[in-house]
Structure formats: structure tokens, C-alpha cells
């Protein structure tokens, strides 16, 4: 029976390294797959992980239609067992339903991978449609962690190294703290907080000083 699977999980926890290597194991079987992705920070038509791994992709924009490029495909004799399908919380619930679509009527499984909420916390319209329509979900066993150690849970946007809380939904960045537009995983106290890498190393004292008064401790 073909599947339709979200795997999901915060920043840097390997999504795109896992979906390569998915890739990869599938098409070594002798199967025929398609890799989607959209919005990738290496570029169009590209899926990259921050491993440095790269592979073609096709870009996903608003008109694109997973049935009917499936159906295309194979009129043109190409064989597709499955479709890997990366950044998927940028998908619309009209696509995450074509893709529910392949999987029941075509018999294609469907690997989707995408981050669940965006920096407001907030579930993606395309994540929220697989998490109702998926088979099975995910939740990757790589743990991000939060710069306190904790495990990371929430993704944080900034902006000029500052953390913001409002703008639109999808501006793509990097997790470089030199972008004009990055962003950072957090746990939900930091994140709540908005307390980030930056903003604690400020606040820290500097490493040469100790906590308490050596001569009004006896010392």
C-alpha cells in the first residue's frame, strides 16, 4: 500500500539530508521517483542540505499541479513510483490534497518534508493539511538544540541579529547570523522570551568573572 508520509521537525534537524537519503535508497531499489522542493535557500531547482548535498529538484510554485504532472510524466512512459517532497510547509492545502490524491489513486508514495509552525509559532497552512491527511508523521529522531542545550522546538526569524515577531509568513533566510534575514531554533522558554544567541551573550558577564565577591566570601 503506497503512503503519504510527513516527516517534520524544526531547522537543522536533517530534513533535507534525510530526504536525499531517501532518495537515494529508493532509486538504488530500482524505483522511479521525483524530487520537489520550493523555496530551498540553495536557489531554484535545487534541494541542499546544510551538509553541503545537493540534487536537482523541481521547483514548486502556486500553479503547480502534483496530478497532472504525474499524469504527464507516465503519458510520456516515465516511471514514478514515488515523489519526495522537501520544504512541503510552503505547499498550499490544495496541493498537500493532490498529493493525498497520488497516494490513494495511483498508488505513489509521497514523502513529504517541511517544518510544522513558523516564527510566530504558528502551523503552515501546507504542514497543518499533512498533518490531517498523512498516514504516518515523523517527528525526525536528529534533536536541534536551543543555544542553552535544551531541545530546540521553536524556529525564531531576526532580523539585524534581532529576533521579530511580526511580517509576512514566508521570507526565506539562512541560519548565517550574518544575513539580514536569518533565523534560529529555540526552546519554547527562549523563543517565549524571545531570548536569543545574540541576546544572551549580551547579557552574560564576561568569562573572567566569577558570579560572587572572592573577599566578601572569605577568600
Not at 531576526?158 to 511580526?166: A, D, F, K, N, W
Request: glycine residues 10%.
Amino acid at each position: 500500500m503506497a503512503e503519504l508520509v510527513f516527516f517534520s521537525g524544526t531547522m537543522d534537524c536533517g530534513k533535507s539530508t534525510l530526504a536525499l537519503q531517501l532518495d537515494h535508497n529508493h532509486a538504488a531499489r530500482g524505483r522511479g521517483g521525483v524530487i520537489f522542493t520550493r523555496n530551498d535557500r540553495g536557489g531554484p531547482d535545487v534541494l541542499s542540505s546544510r551538509l553541503g548535498l545537493r540534487h536537482p529538484a523541481v521547483e514548486v510554485t502556486d500553479a503547480t499541479d502534483f496530478w497532472d504532472d504525474v499524469v504527464q510524466r507516465r503519458t510520456r512512459g516515465e516511471r514514478v513510483d514515488y515523489l519526495v517532497c522537501d520544504e512541503a510547509q510552503f505547499y498550499s492545502p490544495t496541493q498537500v490534497e493532490q498529493l493525498a490524491a497520488l497516494v490513494d489513486e495511483m498508488g505513489v508514495d509521497v514523502y513529504a518534508f517541511g517544518i510544522t509552525a513558523d516564527f510566530r509559532t504558528r502551523l503552515f497552512p501546507g504542514s497543518a493539511r499533512l498533518i490531517e491527511l498523512a498516514d504516518r508523521v515523523e517527528v525526525l529522531q536528529v534533536m536541534s538544540l536551543c543555544w542553552c542545550g535544551a531541545r530546540a522546538t521553536h524556529n525564531a526569524r531576526t532580523v539585524g541579529g534581532v529576533m521579530v515577531v511580526e511580517g509576512e509568513q514566508v521570507v526565506v533566510g539562512d541560519t548565517d547570523a550574518a544575513a539580514t534575514v536569518g533565523y534560529e531554533v529555540l526552546c519554547r522558554r527562549h523563543h517565549m522570551r524571545q531570548m536569543t544567541v545574540a541576546v544572551a551573550r549580551a547579557l552574560a558577564p564576561p568569562a573572567d568573572t566569577l558570579p560572587f565577591d572572592l573577599e566578601r566570601a572569605g577568600g
